[in-house]
């Protein structure tokens, strides 16, 4: 195990180690800027069926109490090391405990450490993808200044996210009358949603149907999506939307850090006939506040003006996230190879 422990500055003390803290899944569950992602279950999920993966936790502390925190997933191809936060498009960048008396300052504090681990990797590049901010006045305020100097750019995405403080019920009732219309419609057609982790297989057959249309999305595999699934800590849930008993639909809903996500989906031609997807939204909403999450995730659009219409017409509002997409740490003939076939590959023949 690699493992440092040196005193910064003021109050805090920055770690790093390949294993989860024994009080990080506690501190997960209300700190600023935590998601799914960074909860132990994915993690171990991602190193298992990842081989060359390599996870990673930098924690700050003020005493023994954990004040921040960043995972990394590192990995090496060609020879040479790829440094993720986190992989497969999910949430990753500094998390900061939502009582911190100074947020900023902790994230600075992980920044350098981080930097000071990219140098001595000398890590190629790779991505760090900020979670969404609560605070108004910090997404107003835009990307992180100590993380943007790691990168040699930075780009924006935005995700759509549901308040859920009013409760579910208040939630439909103050949605458009046509969005309570689909759903009512969803019910006249006998669609049934319940949670069901063996039509995973028959929902991952959809997924893959549809992903022939995502122009370089590579396909989950089927074993990482079960993975997560089986995973004992119950973070992952697979809700499923039938019509005469045969499934039309299904989504993967993953908990972590206050917050539900739909993550991952698969729908048979025939749900848009039966209006079964927005049937599988309104459930996850009430499951989310039952297990007293505070925030639905429907994740990204990809600029699909549509997808973005729907999102809003069940409550969500758009919420900035930012990537920073980090700098070499190196410069030999290696790089320089990568580097050269990597932009001989994009101009194409």
Not at 144 to 167: E, F, N, R
Request: aromatic letters at 10%.
């Amino acid at each position: 195990m690699n493992h440092t422990d040196r005193p910064i500055p003021s109050t805090l003390r920055l770690e790093h180690c390949e294993r989860a803290p024994a009080d990080w899944e506690s501190w997960l569950a209300k700190a600023s800027g935590a998601s799914f992602a960074a909860r132990a279950g994915f993690l171990e999920t991602v190193e298992r069926v990842w081989p060359r993966a390599r996870v990673l936790y930098f924690t700050a502390r003020r005493g023994e109490r954990l004040a921040g925190g960043v995972c990394v997933a590192a990995s090496v191809r060609l020879g040479l090391t790829w440094a993720r936060s986190l992989p497969f498009g999910t949430y990753g960048g500094p998390m900061v405990s939502a009582d911190d008396p100074d947020p900023a300052s902790v994230r600075a504090a992980l920044a350098r450490a981080f930097d000071e681990w990219l140098s001595a990797e000398r890590v190629a590049g790779g991505e760090v993808v900020q979670a969404p901010i609560s605070s108004r006045l910090e997404r107003e305020a835009g990307p992180d200044p100590a993380w943007s100097a790691l990168a040699s750019g930075i780009t924006t995405g935005q995700t759509h996210v549901v308040d859920l403080t009013p409760g579910a019920e208040a939630i439909v009732a103050e949605m458009h009358r046509e969005s309570r219309r689909v759903l009512r419609q969803a019910e006249r057609w006998g669609v049934t949603i319940e949670e069901d982790a063996k039509a995973l297989p028959a929902v991952h057959r959809f997924y893959l149907d549809q992903a022939k249309a995502w122009r370089g999305h590579r396909p989950y595999p089927l074993a990482f999506l079960e993975a997560l699934v089986r995973h004992p800590s119950r973070f992952a849930r697979l809700l499923v939307a039938r019509r005469a008993g045969r499934v039309e639909a299904g989504i993967l809903v993953l908990s972590g850090g206050g917050e539900s996500f739909v993550w991952w989906s698969g729908a048979a031609r025939s749900s848009r006939q039966s209006l079964s997807y927005p049937s599988l939204m309104r459930r996850a909403m009430e499951c989310a506040c039952s297990a007293g999450d505070r925030r639905l995730n429907l994740g990204a659009s990809g600029g699909l003006e549509r997808l973005e219409h729907f999102k809003r017409s069940l409550g969500a509002a758009p919420r900035p996230f930012w990537v920073y997409h980090l700098r070499p740490r190196r410069d030999d003939w290696v790089f320089r190879v990568y580097a050269w076939l990597r932009a001989t590959r994009r101009r194409g023949p």
